[in-house]
């Protein structure tokens, strides 16, 4: 259960109202129509040019989408500055407890306009608060929603939230592979034991008004425990302001640490144990056991842009290679190919860092192995 709203609903000194809300369904971007020529070669071409989506402007505002497989809505913002034909910044904001995304479009469209990036708002299941019910698919299907309508910068996703939402954000942060930053308000305190991607640790900032109960009761545990987590974090505290009132520009400071943040400055980490492929998108580690002992793949140094070698028992002792190609222009996948030289049990794991999507393939012991040609593994692309 999440914790109510302290007070009435959220304020902000110099908030005004935005652009009207447009209620619609989503919107795909037109396509192409080209007469057709009799040149057999033109004709190719102009086939393969069919076959690519023309990006329009999306128009600037809030616009209502529906979530059909959960019931629920969101309400997107895009800023009127904003290029939309090209990859975005998003961020996902969450309402606090028994609170709308109605509620706060007012305060947010500033800050969007500000920091240059598109906000999503969906509804929690619950009015309670976040975490319960099908929250987690919610946020899933608006992300999904949104990438229909424009291009998203899958590398500057970030979470933002109140209250239980400021909560739900960094519990969704640090419990996935996908966001960039996170920016709470108010925020009240869960423990968070561990992070799901030990690679990149999203960024936090958190802002308190001094008279705000969670000042007290949550900051402390917060920065504490960001601490021990090796999170990286920063505050702005401002005087005098309580749980549901923030300046003007604590909330666009907030849009723009998040937009500033990039998964890109992450991304994969080369060790010993861990093979970075496709300009360190793609994550690349092996486990294996044999004869009662285990162990980790360690990498033959001299890896390629998109493959690389695993050794198990000795370092001159070469036992798996692995590729990750890029084939989205041939069918809109990444693919991987891999080729052991062992009948050693062994997982093979590859992570592309950006979604948070794993590809897993298995050995069994005792059996040769066979080679891996999969050319759906991710469908992750561009």
């Avoid at 500055?81 to 709308?100: A, C, I, Q, R, Y």
């Avoid at 306009?113 to 309670?128: F, I, L, N, Y």
């Avoid at 109960?213 to 949550?218: D, I, K, Q, R, V």
Wanted: proline fraction near 8%.
């Amino acid at each position: 259960m999440w914790p109510p709203w302290v007070g009435g609903g959220p304020s902000e000194q110099g908030g005004h109202i935005g652009p009207p809300l447009q209620s619609a369904s989503r919107v795909k971007p037109p396509w192409v129509t080209i007469p057709p020529v009799q040149s057999p070669l033109k004709s190719f071409f102009l086939l393969a040019l069919l076959a690519t989506p023309v990006l329009a402007q999306v128009p600037s505002g809030w616009r209502r989408i529906d979530i059909p497989t959960t019931g629920s809505y969101l309400l997107r913002y895009v800023p009127s500055t904003l290029d939309t034909t090209k990859p975005v910044p998003v961020v996902l904001f969450f309402h606090g407890s028994n609170g709308s995304p109605e509620d706060y479009q007012s305060f947010v469209f500033p800050a969007a306009d500000k920091a240059g990036c598109v906000v999503v708002m969906p509804k929690s299941a619950s009015s309670v608060g976040w975490g319960t019910g099908n929250d987690a698919q919610t946020v899933t299907e608006a992300l999904r929603l949104v990438r229909e309508e424009m291009p998203v910068d899958d590398q500057r996703v970030a979470v933002a939230g109140h209250s239980a939402g400021g909560a739900w954000a960094y519990l969704v942060a640090y419990g996935s592979s996908t966001y960039s930053a996170v920016f709470t308000l108010s925020a009240p305190f869960y423990a968070v034991s561990s992070l799901a991607d030990a690679h990149y640790k999203p960024p936090i900032r958190m802002y308190y008004g001094t008279t705000d109960p969670n000042y007290t009761a949550a900051r402390p545990s917060l920065e504490a425990q960001w601490g021990r987590l090796g999170v990286p974090w920063e505050e702005d505290v401002q005087t005098g302001f309580g749980h549901n009132t923030w300046p003007a520009g604590s909330l666009a400071d907030g849009f723009r640490f998040l937009v500033g943040k990039s998964r890109a400055d992450g991304g994969c980490v080369a060790d010993a144990t861990h093979l970075c492929l496709q300009k360190g998108r793609f994550r690349v580690e092996a486990s294996w056991d044999a004869n009662g002992t285990s162990g980790k793949g360690q990498i033959v140094p001299g890896a390629s842009a998109d493959s690389g070698l695993l050794w198990f028992f000795a370092p001159d002792n070469w036992e798996l290679m692995v590729k990750v190609l890029d084939g989205c222009p041939v069918n809109g996948h990444y693919w991987v190919f891999a080729a052991g030289t062992t009948d050693v049990h062994y997982v093979l794991t590859v992570t592309d860092t950006l979604t948070g999507g794993a590809a897993r393939y298995e050995n069994p012991a005792g059996k040769a192995s066979a080679a891996v040609t999969d050319v759906s593994a991710f469908q992750t692309c561009p």
